[in-house]
């Protein structure tokens, strides 16, 4: 059986382009060695979960002092800056290879309504950035009990 395929040589030379733009571009992520340095190209990965008392946030920030950390929660969005700075004690044009990444970064993220703005916590540990956002309790999930009862006892509920 033969299949007809429609060509589209837009769709194709647009796939070709993004191919020879990865191809030259992956060493540096798009930019060249010194502008990575100074171009603030850091964007530090986050792994974000719910369970029923909140949720957790949880950077990767190694290398980073707490004091170079900024949290900000504002209108339901959370916004953290940071900078990973270049050790100076040796000079840029000695590095044979320099594959971290440097800069000053800005990671923001917007909140839902369940969130209570009042219980917010943050911790630095061992390179990683946890935070924090407790649920209002009118968010939190309830449970609610089944009473069972006689048959006799159902339709006076169902007249309630």
Do not use: C
Not at 5 to 22: I, K, S
Not at 118 to 137: F, N
Request: aromatic share 6%; charged share 30%; glycine share 6%.
């Amino acid at each position: 059986m033969t299949v007809l395929t429609r060509w589209e040589p837009v769709r194709e030379l647009a796939a070709l382009q993004d191919r020879f733009n990865r191809l030259f571009n992956e060493p540096y992520g798009g930019v060249t060695a010194q502008e990575s340095l100074s171009a603030g190209s850091f964007v530090p990965p986050v792994d974000v979960y719910e369970d029923e008392s909140g949720i957790q946030l949880k950077m990767e920030v190694p290398g980073i002092d707490e004091k170079d950390i900024d949290i900000r929660l504002e209108n339901n969005l959370l916004t953290v800056k940071g900078e990973r700075k270049l050790a100076k004690e040796t000079k840029e044009e000695n590095y044979h290879r320099i594959e971290r990444s440097y800069g000053s970064f800005t990671r923001s993220f917007s909140l839902p309504n369940t969130v209570n703005t009042e219980d917010v916590k943050a911790s630095y540990a061992r390179g990683v950035l946890t935070i924090g956002l407790g649920k209002r309790a009118e968010a939190k999930p309830k449970q609610i009990k089944v009473n069972v009862t006689s048959e006799s006892a159902a339709p006076e509920l169902a007249a309630k």
